[in-house]
């Protein structure tokens, strides 16, 4: 099997799969009257692969000629991240500025457990390569979806699984047997779930050896007995019509607490068992990859939040003010670093004893807290552009009264613009920045890839002082030890 139509897709969703919403059990979540925004949303995925215009950017062939979504083109060189990334920008663009995440952010797990668990194999014996290999031909063969859930909900913070006052905080095994494996417990927050095929597990954290079943990497289809998706409804348009809300109308993703309740994964479908010095390894290895996706699918949301305020301040006649200006090139600026440096990740990269290139570490980090620091500043320089008719503008209703409209077209015009479309332009940024689409995105900014003191972590951690430390000591003449 090649490429797979939006049809074939969509139709591989309605598998008996176990999802709520609202309390309520959805038969079908590609007909659901809120889920189906989410699922038409993806499945835009498999529309670019066909496009002409797209075609060559979101497929690849491999050596035996056979053609394939790229996303499962494991990457070899800064030109096979560029790729990527260039993709996922071309497709979070097409979709509204919303990332699609079928596809993107399992096969940044595939990335992460290939070479884990080739380290796993040599330190340990096991057999684990073979079986991420073997997956990750039967996705690419077949064209899947993946969901990565590795959040746990993780209790109290400040203790590790095994000191919780539940057991279940983080996902761990509860049986081992000859064919597989037994797993219980539930991860937050996990992306696109009830839009994929298939989710790959993966531990949250680094964990000692009192923890070792809770060290546990697997992959299985979403409609397995005992998986159960119950799907946040937050984040959703404030309404269908594309004159309020034009991008959540039409473009939306989906969140779920994911359960597992005592779910069996047969052996070949397990890619870490016990092994808990990989966790930590396995958790960092996969956020690499996850960040750079993450400041690949950023700057066409920063680019739209850049493009309303500029045409708001031509339709409210302050596009020469200073302080516009002003806003406007900070905008600029917040989002050209973290393309910039999204880029520099890719020519940056560090390709692994294995081949496989890794995205640079600084600037991926970097960019992705930049992106995360600003965020509730850029939307203020916005929100101080547009102003305050954001929130206090008419209803389209009142747009098509015969009664009402004439008071909106006298009275809510702009500089050399009709009131409706200023009003469009208007709700573009409640959209974007003041509904629960908006707030929805606040919290992806901060919180969705790690949270910004993750960020934090990790540059200090890995940033080279020493470099500098020798700098430092060989201008002042001082021996370092
Ligand atoms: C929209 C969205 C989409 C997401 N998609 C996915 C997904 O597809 N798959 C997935 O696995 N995850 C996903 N996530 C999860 C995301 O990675 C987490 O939200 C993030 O890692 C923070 O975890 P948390 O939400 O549990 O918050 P917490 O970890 O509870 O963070 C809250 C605060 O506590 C601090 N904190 C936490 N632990 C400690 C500690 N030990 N000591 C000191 N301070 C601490 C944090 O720094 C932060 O300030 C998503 C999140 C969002 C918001």
Request: proline share 10%; aromatic share 10%.
């Given at each position: 099997m090649g490429l797979r139509t939006r049809e074939q897709y969509l139709q591989g969703l309605r598998d008996g799969r176990f999802v709520t919403f609202k309390g309520e059990r959805v038969a079908d979540v590609t007909t659901h009257e809120h889920l189906g925004v989410g699922a038409r949303h993806t499945a835009l995925d498999f529309e670019l692969a066909e496009a002409e215009a797209h075609r060559e950017l979101f497929t690849w062939a491999d050596d035996e000629g056979a053609t394939h979504s790229r996303y499962f083109k494991r990457p070899e060189n800064a030109q096979d991240l560029l790729n990527r990334r260039e993709m996922i920008e071309t497709s979070t663009r097409e979709g509204g500025s919303v990332v699609l995440l079928v596809k993107e952010i399992g096969t940044d797990a595939l990335f992460a457990l290939d070479l884990v668990s080739r380290v796993v194999d040599e330190k340990a014996?096991?057999?684990?390569n073979a079986r991420v290999a073997a997956f990750h031909r039967h996705c690419r063969d077949n064209d899947l979806t993946l969901a990565v859930a590795q959040t746990?909900?993780?209790?109290?913070?400040?203790?590790?699984p095994t000191q919780?006052?539940?057991?279940?905080y983080y996902l761990h095994i509860v049986e081992e047997r000859e064919d597989g494996i037994v797993v219980r417990g539930a991860k937050a927050h996990t992306t696109g779930t009830p839009f994929v095929d298939e989710i790959i597990v993966l531990p949250t954290r680094a964990i000692g050896a009192e923890d070792a079943d809770y060290a546990v990497a697997f992959a299985i289809p979403v409609?397995?007995?005992?998986v159960k998706l119950l799907a946040?409804?937050?984040?959703?348009?404030?309404?269908?019509s594309q004159f309020h809300s034009p991008v959540s109308s039409r473009h939306r993703l989906v969140d779920t607490l994911t359960i597992f309740d005592d779910v069996f994964v047969p052996k070949d479908r397990?890619?870490?068992?016990?092994?808990?010095?990989?966790a930590g390894f396995l958790a960092n290895t996969f956020v690499e990859f996850h960040r750079f996706t993450a400041v690949s699918y950023k700057p066409p949301l920063c680019d739209l939040f850049i493009g309303a305020a500029a045409l708001l301040a031509d339709f409210n006649g302050i596009q020469k003010a200073s302080h516009v200006r002003d806003k406007l090139m900070k905008l600029i600026a917040w989002t050209e670093i973290v393309r910039g440096l999204s880029r520099a990740a890719a020519f940056d990269c560090r390709i692994t004893d294995f081949g496989l290139a890794v995205p640079n570490i600084i600037q991926t980090n970097l960019a992705k807290y930049h992106f995360a620091a600003q965020y509730h500043e850029a939307i203020g320089w916005v929100q101080d552009i547009a102003g305050g008719l954001v929130v206090t503008g008419p209803d389209e209703a009142d747009l098509a009264s015969a009664e009402i409209r004439p008071y909106i077209d006298r009275y809510l015009g702009g500089a050399g613009v009709n009131a409706e479309d200023r009003l469009k332009a208007l709700n573009l940024v409640r959209d974007l920045t003041a509904s629960d689409f908006g707030g929805y995105n606040q919290l992806l900014a901060i919180h969705a890839e790690g949270s910004i003191e993750a960020q934090k972590i990790t540059i200090y951690r890995d940033y080279d002082l020493d470099r500098c430390k020798d700098l430092a000591a060989q201008i002042i003449g001082v021996e370092r030890s």
């Open positions: 014996g096991t057999e684990y746990d909900v993780k209790g109290d913070r400040s203790l590790l919780q006052e539940h057991p279940d409609n397995t007995p005992g946040s409804p937050f984040g959703a348009g404030e309404s269908p397990v890619f870490l068992q016990k092994e808990w010095q990989a």
